[in-house]
């Protein structure tokens, strides 16, 4: 590696220059990968409460369908849990995080049980329990969609923290190191041609 650095001003000025440019990216990729970590840190723990929540919505949703199905019977439940007249559908809208593109989620159509009005009034033989218990698993449908967002964000969040990681890594172990082996190696052997210049501008000197 070193046979192949010319022993030059020229190639030590542009040494340390390259040196000077990988400390600044170094520093740098470390900035971000402290931010992309804290960032990671705070989408986890927005996602271990989400699914405290999910838990408990999902259990006060089972709660009020079995309230239903008490009240109406399993027959009229099944038949309003199969008259949708708005199906899902989610919408995928990119945001930027630390350079990061993450999908946002967005749902339309809450899946409204016939019968039921946009008031939640229930008309045309359902009943208000299975209104609730409807209202309850759309509640917990939007929290699974937000869910798969904050999953999605973590998965691309630890997959940049890895790659920049590697960067740093990169430049701390390698680049740097190498660069600073290649200026030495340069500056000795310009501090010896001086010694010789040196010594033999004395010996002519001594000679006249």
């Known amino acids: 590696m070193l046979q192949d650095v010319k022993p030059t ?3 030590l000025i542009e040494l340390k220059k390259k040196i000077e440019l990988a400390k600044n990216g170094h520093k ?3 900035m971000k990968r ?3 970590i804290a960032e990671f840190f705070r989408v986890l723990k927005d996602a271990k409460d989400l699914r405290m929540e999910i838990i408990r919505v999902y259990n006060n949703a089972r709660h009020l369908e079995a309230i239903a199905e008490s009240v109406d019977g399993k027959i009229a439940v099944e038949s309003a849990a199969m008259a949708l007249k708005n199906i899902p559908r989610v919408s995928i809208k990119p945001i930027n995080i630390m350079g990061v593109s993450v999908p946002h989620l967005l749902t339309t159509g809450e899946g409204a049980v016939k019968g039921i009005s946009p008031l939640g009034t229930g008309v045309i033989g359902t009943s208000t329990s299975i209104e609730d218990a409807a209202r309850a698993y759309t509640e ?4 699974i969609i937000k869910a798969a967002q904050y999953e ?3 998965r691309r969040l630890i997959e940049e923290i890895d790659k920049v990681k590697r ?3 990169a430049l701390e172990f390698k680049v740097l190191p190498e660069l600073t082996e290649k200026a030495a190696f340069v500056r000795m052997h310009l501090e010896e041609l001086e010694r010789e210049n040196i010594f033999r501008l004395k010996m002519m000197k001594s000679e006249t």
């Open 28 to 30: 740098l990729l470390k």
């Open 140 to 143: 917990l449908l939007k929290l």
């Open 9 to 11: 001003r020229s190639e």
């Open 152 to 154: 999605t964000a973590l």
């Open 167 to 169: 960067r740093v890594n």
């Open 34 to 36: 402290d931010g992309l």
